[in-house]
């Protein structure tokens, strides 16, 4: 019963930044895996960044390594995601989401989701 509210999308040029943030309710967030996925327009929901609930150990796709940061505040039960030189390609609708246990780059692994915050790069 987490709730997570994801902020921070937008319009960018490619090669531009944005960074994205994810704020929990409750208690619990700091026992939590915290993972970013993607989904556009016509594909499945792809795995981004994953982050260990001590923030120690963090997991990327092989798409976005070099790019992109993930990292948490737990005492703000809040995970960020720094996207840098954006591209077209990552235009999608960004989704936090939360898991106990071991880090897992499948969505069907994470028990609570948020809404999504939309990112469109242009050309």
């Known amino acids: 019963q987490m709730q997570l509210v994801e902020s921070g999308g937008g319009l960018v040029q490619a090669g531009g930044s944005l960074r994205l943030s994810c704020a929990a309710s409750?208690?619990?967030?700091?026992?939590?895996?915290m993972g970013w996925f993607r989904q556009a327009p016509g594909k499945e929901r792809e795995f981004v960044a994953a982050i260990s609930g001590s923030g120690g150990s963090t997991y990327y796709a092989d798409f976005v390594k070099g790019r992109f940061t993930i990292s948490r505040d737990n005492a703000k039960n809040t995970v960020y995601l720094q996207m840098n030189i954006l591209k077209p390609e990552d235009t999608a609708v960004y989704y936090c989401?939360?898991?106990?246990?071991?880090?897992?780059?499948?969505?069907?692994?994470?028990?609570?989701w948020g809404q999504g915050t939309q990112v469109t790069v242009s050309s």
């Open positions: 989401a939360a898991r106990g246990g071991a880090v897992d780059t499948s969505g069907a692994a994470y028990a609570y």
């Open positions: 409750g208690r619990t967030f700091s026992w939590l895996v």
